[in-house]
């Protein structure tokens, strides 16, 4: 087998690093001289709806309605409570004072806000999952941008409580976006907790799975601006195993990669800023990333004789996957954060290729298990 060039090597390490550290280095660069936006303070604030698509979530929903009312929303506020499917959500969701729409059998997430914004008459809606709980004040500061006309959604920040590598995840997560609205929006919409503004809402198509990368795709495409707001959290609680975070994460790409082909237009230089993103952000790092990596671990293998970078390349991947084998084995004994760092990214090459094999084989579910709360 013929040796590698240094420049298929460079290559390749520029692919394998697009999304993660090439994307991040163009954003930080290209935003360094942009003001950090704030949010005017709104003369009068308007009446909102807090939407729940709510399903198996009998058990936690009560508390979920409590927590949204004593978030000190300084305006009106009404609590939505779609029960998709679920006759037992409904009933507790009532009795705790909510208003209440039952779907006759189960919809999934998307067409679940579908039917509860037919029935909105506020100018502003808020999701929120029905498992999280918010930080105070969270619903204001995200009303408070569409003060802004441009604005069509603000963009919450995800929290997990887990300490390790979803947490660091998320903290990346919240930079980008960060930087991302410094240019004028962001594609970083988080289902757990966002606002849209009512009359830019348009119904998400039956096939769609990934709601919030539909809304913020056809928002952009509208010519809509997506704010970011750190200052509105929503902590979620930590999932309980690799296993589940490896299916709903490739269910995850897999209903992202569909969401692109449908949208590819916007994927091109008419697509403007967002199609940056939508490139720096998501596809490469669901596509060129993570076949690249694959390649330079087999060219790595290869040379582990020779060369002494390649014998750390390989090591780092042996940390990773040591650190992935204590988590997965419930260790309590965590592993320290580098190898945590490593181990999580590791998953997350391995959780894009395994969501471009679910993509490729049609399996991009709108409905899916959900253990009950």
Known sequence: MPRSSPLTVSALVAAAASGHVLYPAWLALVSRSRPRPTPPEPAEWPPVTVLVPAYREAGGIAAKID????????????????????????????????????????????????????????????????????????????????????????????????????????????????????????????????????????????????????????????????????????????????????????RSVAGALHIFRRCRRQLGPGGGTAAAQIWGHRLARYTVSPFAHVVLLGLALRRLPSSWLARAFVSGHVVGAWALWRRASDDKARPSLPATALGHALFLQGVALGGVVRYLRGDRPTKWPTVAR
Do not use: M
Not at 89 to 117: D, H, I, M, W, Y
Not at 167 to 181: A, G, H, I, P, V
Not at 242 to 248: C, G, K, S, T, V
């Open 67 to 250: 927590d949204v009312r004593a978030n000190g929303y300084p305006g009106p506020l009404d609590v939505l409570v779609v029960a998709d499917g679920d006759p037992d959500t409904a009933a507790r969701a009532e009795e705790a004072g909510a208003t209440v729409l039952s779907a006759p059998g189960r919809l999934g997430k998307s067409q679940a806000l579908n039917l509860g914004f037919s029935k909105v008459a506020t100018p502003i809606v808020v999701l929120s999952d029905a498992n999280n709980r918010l930080a105070p004040g969270a619903i204001a500061a995200l009303v408070a941008w569409f003060e802004d006309p441009r604005v069509g959604a603000a963009a919450g920040e995800k929290v997990e409580e887990d300490e390790g590598g979803e947490d660091l995840y998320w903290r990346f997560e919240s930079w980008l976006k960060q930087r991302e609205w410094r240019l004028g929006t962001t594609i970083g919409l988080v289902g757990e907790l966002a606002a849209v503004r009512t009359d830019a809402w348009r119904p998400i198509p039956p096939d769609i799975a990934v709601d919030d990368l539909w809304t913020a795709l056809d928002l952009s495409a509208r010519g809509f601006a997506i704010a970011y707001e750190p200052r509105a959290r929503a902590i979620e609680p930590p999932h309980a195993t690799l296993a589940q975070q490896w299916e709903r994460r490739t």
